[in-house]
């Protein structure tokens, strides 16, 4: 969806155009140099004209549920802060806006009050703000400088966006690479460019404590270095910090960490591959077997570090976590895309290293596991940690009519049957080239089928219906079955070659109701439900009714439980009430059903009572007596 928004320039059209022409033609203009930068890259590198008003771009909704899948991690970390920041800012009508690599907004806070306006500026869930594509804006700009800074007003390149103010600060990974880029802005603003310093300084100190964060979630088994230049802030608020493996060489750091390190030795930040792997002692004047005196067991004011460039610096040192190291020996081996299937208990972490060292190859892998189980979830998750390049094809072979099924998956030559595409067609396996083929309910595949499929396991080659020449293809085969295979050989309906070639890897997911790491999955799920000004919590009574129930739909039951529940639920709280009534009433039983008639008894029949009494809400006691077929006596 593309809208168009407003054209209200707070300044001339015809000035605004004619001033970008002459910075274009090499004139002077009183604009910050970072704005005349981005305009000339504009001009020359986008080949934007200033005269064409650009439309706002919101991408489509399936693309933004890839950018902000594929930034998960990230907006988990990054919500507090900006919750935080959106607090610190509250009533002044700001928004803010976090944005992916690729300039795509993947989180938003606003005001729903202005949502339509919002909306209309592109300050909004989804909307793409690179240069290339906005002209000067905050997040472009600041995505090609890796710098803070304010584009104000008229500083912007594109006519529709003038009367905007917006401030923008890089958000960087640990490898010092830029991840995404925090944006706060204002549908109208003051006159004055200097009118944001406050906020330039709220956004810089939000994106610090964003990567400080991820820093600190990433480096569990490390030692980490803090850095302040006062004692007083060294514990609470560091301005910078840096990891160190147990060579003593670093290997992460937030932004400040970088500019420190290319600070204390004449190194350059833009350039972090110099500064990763070096010894901590090319820095400072210690290395990893002084660290111990760093850590809090002495007071903050003599935990004195010299830099190389002669500066004095207060750092904190805090030891690698060994007992997670211990629990978790191979969780920093874990692909992140496989890390994202369950907590850290031993069970679902030995499961995820399994994944993770078989994603790594291009053996068949067979996921077993009842419906809802997340095979297909896996399956994705395998393909993402595999670092193949190719696409990942899903193929659910019991959803394709027998008929249809072979050519689907082998594809077919001009005119090879009746209703054949004149043009012929690539098959699904073909499409997969590459990367993975995962075939569903592979159970489900004709017999005649299987020996072609086996041929394309062992000879790597696919023969498309009516060609005479196979075709070579190179694609990892993942496949998922919920019925028993052993039993489908053994009646005879799937081949046995062919099983033994699928399952030489199985992967079995547990059913939800014996995941040790349910409360996890749940809070995931209902992150992935929440919203900006819906993020509900569950209540205790919620909770343990989750936990009761038996889930013969798995995880994707959980997740529409969850979906209905947090669009009923108000207040920011999701309690039985909001749940499906199978689940909020099971458990319960007769001694239950007696004591509920008692106390409404004792509430002489007053529900709104008895329900205060049990921290429930009305219609959830209204619901429990009629299942329970009590009601008060006449
Ligand atoms: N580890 C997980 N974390 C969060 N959500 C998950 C996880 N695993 C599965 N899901 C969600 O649960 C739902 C069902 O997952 P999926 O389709 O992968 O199950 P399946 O076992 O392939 O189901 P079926 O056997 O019916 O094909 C999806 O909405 C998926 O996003």
Redesign the pocket.
């Known amino acids: 969806m593309a809208a168009k928004r407003p054209c209200g320039a707070m300044f001339p059209r015809s000035d605004h155009i004619r001033e970008i022409e002459n910075v274009g033609m090499g004139m002077a203009t009183g604009r910050d140099e970072i704005v005349v930068q981005s305009w000339l890259r504009c001009l020359e590198q986008h080949q934007l004209d200033p005269a064409q008003n650009c439309e706002a771009f919101i991408v489509p909704d399936h693309k933004l549920r890839e950018h902000r899948q594929q930034s998960e991690e990230l907006i988990n970390i990054a919500r507090s802060g900006l919750e935080h920041l959106f607090q610190q800012v509250a009533g002044q009508n700001y928004v803010l806006l976090l944005s992916d690599r690729q300039g795509v907004t993947v989180e938003f806070l606003g005001d729903p009050l202005f949502d339509n306006n919002l909306r209309k500026a592109g300050l909004y869930m989804g909307s793409e703000w690179s240069e290339g594509r906005a002209g000067t804006c905050a997040v472009g700009a600041c995505m090609e400088t890796g710098e803070a800074l304010t584009i104000h007003q008229t500083d912007h390149f594109d006519n529709t966006h003038t009367p905007l103010s917006c401030t923008a600060a890089p958000i960087y990974d640990m490898r010092g690479s830029l991840n995404a880029v925090l944006d706060i802005s204002l549908l109208s603003s003051p006159i004055l460019k200097a009118s944001q310093n406050l906020a330039l300084h709220l956004v810089n100190a939000t994106a610090r404590r964003i990567e400080l964060a991820n820093l600190m979630a990433n480096t569990r088994h490390e030692w980490v270095l803090r850095f302040a230049r006062s004692p007083e802030f060294l514990d609470v608020d560091p301005e910078a910090a840096i990891s160190i493996d147990p060579n003593g060489r670093v290997i992460g750091m937030t932004h400040g960490g970088a500019k420190l390190l290319a600070r204390a030795s004449g190194l350059d930040w833009r350039r972090p591959e110099t500064l990763l792997g070096q010894p901590l002692s090319l820095f400072f004047d210690t290395d990893i077997d002084s660290l111990p005196d760093l850590t809090r067991s002495r007071p903050t004011e003599e935990r004195v570090l010299f830099a190389r460039d002669g500066n004095a610096l207060f750092a904190h040192a805090i030891e690698p976590n060994t007992r997670a190291r211990r629990r978790m020996p191979a969780r920093d081996q874990i692909p992140s895309p496989l890390r994202?299937?369950?907590g850290d208990e031993p069970s679902i972490l030995a499961l995820q290293a399994k994944a993770a060292k078989l994603a790594r190859t291009r053996l068949p892998i067979l996921?077993q596991?009842?419906?809802?189980?997340?095979?297909?979830?896996?399956?994705?998750?395998l393909h993402d940690g595999s670092g193949l390049s190719g696409r990942f094809v899903a193929v659910?072979c019991a959803a394709i009519p027998e008929q249809l099924i072979e050519s689907e998956l082998f594809g077919h030559v001009p005119g090879a049957f009746t209703g054949a595409s004149a043009k012929g067609r690539k098959g699904l396996i073909e499409q997969a080239d590459g990367g993975t083929l995962f075939l569903?309910?592979i159970g489900d595949m004709p017999y005649t089928l299987q020996s072609r499929l086996l041929r394309v396991l062992a000879e790597q080659e696919v023969l498309p219906v009516g060609a005479s020449e196979p075709r070579p293809v190179r694609v990892r085969i993942v496949s998922?079955s919920?019925h028993s295979l052993p039993e489908a050989v053994r009646e005879g309906r799937f081949r046995e070659d062919l099983y033994y070639r699928l399952n030489t890897a199985t992967i079995t997911?547990p059913p939800l109701r014996e995941r040790p790491d349910f409360d996890w999955?749940v809070e995931?799920?209902l992150k992935?439900h929440a919203s900006e000004g819906n993020n509900p919590a569950l209540s205790k009574a919620a909770i343990l009714a989750l936990k009761a129930h038996a889930w013969p739909g798995?995880?994707?039951e959980?997740?529409n439980v969850i979906a209905v529940a947090t669009a009923l639920c108000e207040k920011g709280h999701i309690d039985l009430a909001d749940l499906p009534e199978h689940l909020s009433c099971e458990g319960e039983t007769d001694a239950d059903a007696q004591a509920l008639r008692q106390l409404l008894v004792a509430c002489d029949w007053n529900v709104s009572e008895a329900a205060r009494r049990l921290g429930l809400d009305r219609s959830t006691v209204h619901r429990r007596m009629k299942r329970h077929g009590i009601s008060q006596p006449h």
Do not use: P
């Open positions: 994202r299937l369950g996921i596991g009842e419906t809802g189980t997340g095979k297909e979830y896996l399956a994705r998750a659910n569903d309910e998922a919920h997911l999955l995931r799920v992935r798995n995880i994707r959980l997740d």
